[in-house]
């Protein structure tokens, strides 16, 4: 069961670029969760969001969470190469439970 | 920064071998996870360690599956009998709050 659906799955842009990577589920989750992962390493969180409609702004990246809890956006401003990874979105279903359900990634390039 | 600490970072074993992937977690943390994340695919959940039990499994972690936190730093997860389909990377993760996840850098463990 594919809970956590994000979009694009791949996204190629020229540096100076906005863009947005949508994460969406049909659950209700008491939180989500942003990740980046490089090659070899493990996931790195990112931002944290908990409450509904909640927007987060780390430097150039802007995260909001669904009003419903349902879904969640994350904006990069301005593209730099140094952004190109994969963005993984991880819910929790439950503020009772620590386990996380991910998403299946973005692969984000940006070339210069 | 402090830093959750996996060995090894790669694994080769005969498929039917045992391994056990070691994880050092945050000292202050007290819930314990292992994830894996089969090439090309998702991040899932395995299980959840709390109060020196198994607070949450999957139905990947079956009875080859096991976890232990012998020592009050290390926490182990041991495979039994291994498959080829367990080749994937295994992340351990820690937190001390709802929220704040700590991943490590994972074990490659490859299976021939």
């Known amino acids: 069961t594919q809970l956590l659906e994000q979009s694009p799955q791949f996204l190629s842009i020229q540096e100076g670029e906005n863009l947005t990577v949508y994460c969406n589920s049909s659950s209700v989750f008491s939180s989500l969760q942003w990740y980046r992962q490089e090659p070899g390493e493990g996931p790195v969180l990112l931002v944290t969001v908990v409450t509904g409609g909640e927007v987060k702004k780390l430097k150039r990246l802007t995260f909001q969470f669904g009003d419903a809890r349902k879904d969640s956006s994350l904006h990069i401003t301005a593209a730099q190469p140094g952004d190109t990874g994969l963005y993984l979105c991880?819910?929790?279903?439950?503020?009772?439970?620590?386990?996380?359900?991910f998403g299946q990634g973005t692969t984000l390039q940006v070339k210069p | 920064e402090p830093e959750v600490t996996q060995t090894p970072s790669h694994q080769v074993t005969q498929m039917g071998q045992e391994v056990i992937l070691r994880c050092v977690p945050i000292?202050?943390?007290?819930?314990f996870y292992w994830y894996r994340q089969i090439l090309g695919q998702k991040v899932e959940f395995l299980v959840s360690?709390?109060?020196?039990?198994?607070?949450?499994k999957s139905e990947i972690f079956d009875d080859q599956f096991s976890v232990e936190r012998p020592d009050g730093s290390n926490f182990t997860l041991k495979i039994r009998s291994t498959k080829l389909e367990d080749s994937a990377m295994y992340f351990c993760?820690?937190?001390?709050?709802?929220?704040?996840?700590?991943f490590g850098s994972g074990t490659r463990l490859t299976v021939v």
């Open positions: 993760a820690s937190r001390t709050d709802r929220v704040g996840y700590t």
């Open positions: 991880a819910g929790a279903l439950s503020s009772n439970t620590g386990k996380l359900i």
């Open positions: 000292s202050n943390h007290l819930y």
């Open positions: 360690f709390y109060n020196n039990e198994i607070s949450e």
